[in-house]
Structures are given as C-alpha cells and as structure tokens.
C-alpha cells in the first residue's frame, strides 16, 4: 500500500466593517426558525432559539462525514469493556536464546497479574544496530524451526489464553530484512504482521545518527486486527511520529493503538510522552507503548518509560527506564463518553480538508 495522504482546502474571510460594528444578530433572508409561544414573546429566548438553530444549520454544511476519504468506520462493540493489559519493559542482552526465554517469562508474570493483553518492546530479541539486524533475523513466515521468537510467542498466547503483541524483531524474507511486529490470538494462531512502515533515519550531530534504511526495508501496509480484547492499530517507533497512520487506524474504528518502540536519549525526552499523548488526544481512543530498559552500555540507548495513555490524553500507567513490567486497566466505555464530552467526529470540517486512506480506497 501507498501511504496515507492528506488534502487541504484553504480559505479566507472578509469582514464588513458593518458587520463588525453592529451588535445586531445577522439572519440569512431566507432563514426562519419554529418558536415557541414562550420564545416569541421573550426577546432573549428567541435570540437563544435563532442562535442554535443557526449553529446547527451551519455545522451541517461543514460535511464532517467527508473529512475521511473513504467514510470513517464506526468502531465495533468491543468483546469486552474492561481488561488488563500487561507492558513489559525487557532488557535486551547479545543472547538470542537469553532474551527469548527472558520475554517468556515476562509475558508469563504479566498473565498471572491478571493481563489479556501483553505487549513486548520493539527489536526485544536482537541488540538494536544495523550490523545486528540481518544476524538476529528470522524467516517468520517458514515457521518454528526458523523462528524461535515468534514460535515462542505463539506457544505461550495459546497455553495462556492471551493475546499478544509481540514487540519487534528484526525479520527476513527473501533478500529484504523488515522491523515486524507479530500479533498473536488466544488460540496461539498469527493474526496479524506489521511490518514498520517509517523507517527511523535521524541525523543530530553530536547528539546521534542513526539511519535504519541502511539495512532494512520499508512496509507498505497499515496494520489493523480484530482481537478478543477489541480492535488494534498497530505501528512501530517511529511510526508513532505520522499521525495520518493513527488516524487511519481511527478512521477504520481502532479502540487501542499499541506502538513497540525504542526511543532514544535525545528524542525520548523531548518527544516519547508527547507523542502518545497526542496520538490518543486526536483520536480519542488508548495508546499503548512499549520500550525496552534502557542500557547505558550498549550502542543505541533507549529511554524506556513505557506507557499508557487514555482517550483524554491522560497518562494512566508508566514507568521509568528499568526493567519493569506494567499492568493496568483499559475501560473501553470511557471511549464514547470522551467522544460525547467533545464530538471531534462531528466537529471536522470536511469542506475544508480530509484524510484518504489509499489502502481502503482503492480496495472499494
């Protein structure tokens, strides 16, 4: 799939100086209102009637339906309203076999702490550098033998009866090597690949460059799943960055966006938080991160502090940058009640601007 694209309508006002002036309410010709006989003969409840009748009228013609191309999707009833998931924060060592059975583990007290969903950080079985990645890489699609990671990850979704978002590893298919989360049902099955679709290239002299196009090879697909704990968009790090990919997701009715991801020291604080808060803000739903601990000796220093965050863009659970496992609740009835409290959905201007989702387009 082409990414997603935005179109913007621009436009310009000019005031009157009359209008401006004249403290008169300003009523189209054509414009009448029913009013009560309370209304007609208080001059103030019929200000008060013309003014929302008005407002109505006007919002109307903003075409809110046509600020996403193809229409948004409203988001099905979640198969449950509450549950607990599990973010585990996971240090990463040079041993394959080491971080395989170290994440098990992770995954396991997660579980047992009550979680339906558990999510891993991203590249969790590989040192995260590009001399790394092709060593550390599995054929995913071949299966177990030549994929320990996600055969793992697999085995314990079905013995546990959870759902699993498997962080990131580094994966290889044909001669092209991808940064690829793996979702994994209850019954142990693949549900869904996501492949990063923003490869991170970053140049801040004296600070850090880092340029992942160097070995791997963009996605080309967003990733949305259908769960037992409700419906998912996912993305990888940088991803995170690209709010036409959240908004997509949005568009085609996610309740939860899980980002795996490995911020730096650089951006991390600057950028980490924010960035999650204003994914879940624009889109009024829950975002879920997840980062590996951070090890100041290794090449690429990640800054931890994995995180949940709620529709209203409040910080509901973190941590801070050791190894740590966070367990908290998603309650997905407070999605239609933010939703109420501050109608975005019907408050977008879609003669001025809209949002296509190319993938879905073009599948129509």
Not at 78 to 83: D, H, L, Q, R
Not at 230 to 250: P, V
Request: glycine share 6%; hydrophobic share 40%.
């Amino acid at each position: 799939m082409r990414s997603g694209s935005i179109s913007i309508g621009f436009f310009s006002t000019t005031l009157r100086s009359s209008a401006i002036a004249s403290p008169r309410l300003s009523i189209p010709r054509n414009f009448s209102v029913p009013l009560t006989a309370r209304a007609r003969h208080n001059p103030i409840n019929a200000a008060r009637a013309v003014t929302r009748a008005s407002v109505s009228s006007m919002a109307s013609s903003f075409s809110p339906e046509k600020a996403r191309v193809p229409p948004a999707i409203q988001s099905p009833v979640p198969p449950v309203s509450k549950f607990k998931i599990g973010l585990c924060q996971l240090a990463v060592t040079a041993d394959k076999e080491k971080n395989i059975a170290h994440a098990r583990v992770a995954i396991e007290e997660a579980a047992e702490k009550g979680a339906k969903l558990v999510v891993l950080p991203e590249i969790w079985n590989s040192p995260y550098s590009n001399d790394s990645f092709p060593v550390y890489a599995e054929d995913i699609d071949a299966g177990t033998d030549s994929s320990p990671s996600t055969a793992m990850l697999s085995e314990v979704a079905r013995t546990l009866k959870i759902t699993i978002v498997g962080g990131s590893i580094p994966e290889r298919c044909g001669d092209k090597l991808y940064n690829t989360c793996c979702v994994f049902g209850t019954d142990g099955k693949l549900k869904a690949k996501h492949r990063k679709i923003h490869l991170f290239d970053i140049n801040i002299p004296g600070k850090i460059i880092f340029e992942e196009s160097r070995t791997l090879t963009a996605g080309e697909t967003p990733t949305i799943v259908d769960t037992d704990v409700g419906r998912i968009g996912i993305g990888i790090c940088y991803d995170i960055n690209f709010q036409e990919l959240a908004m997509i997701y949005a568009a085609r009715g996610a309740h939860l966006l899980c980002y795996p991801g490995a911020f730096n020291m650089t951006t991390g604080p600057l950028h980490w938080e924010l960035l999650q808060r204003a994914r879940a803000v624009d889109n009024q739903l829950y975002v879920a991160t997840c980062s590996p601990a951070r090890d100041a000796g290794s090449g690429y220093v990640a800054w931890g502090h994995s995180t949940l965050v709620g529709p209203f863009g409040e910080v509901l659970a973190t941590t801070e940058h050791d190894e740590a496992t966070i367990v908290s609740e998603i309650d997905y009835s407070l999605l239609e009640l933010r939703r109420t409290n501050l109608p975005l959905q019907k408050q977008r201007r879609g003669d001025l601007y809209s949002l296509v989702d190319v993938q879905r387009l073009n599948s129509e």
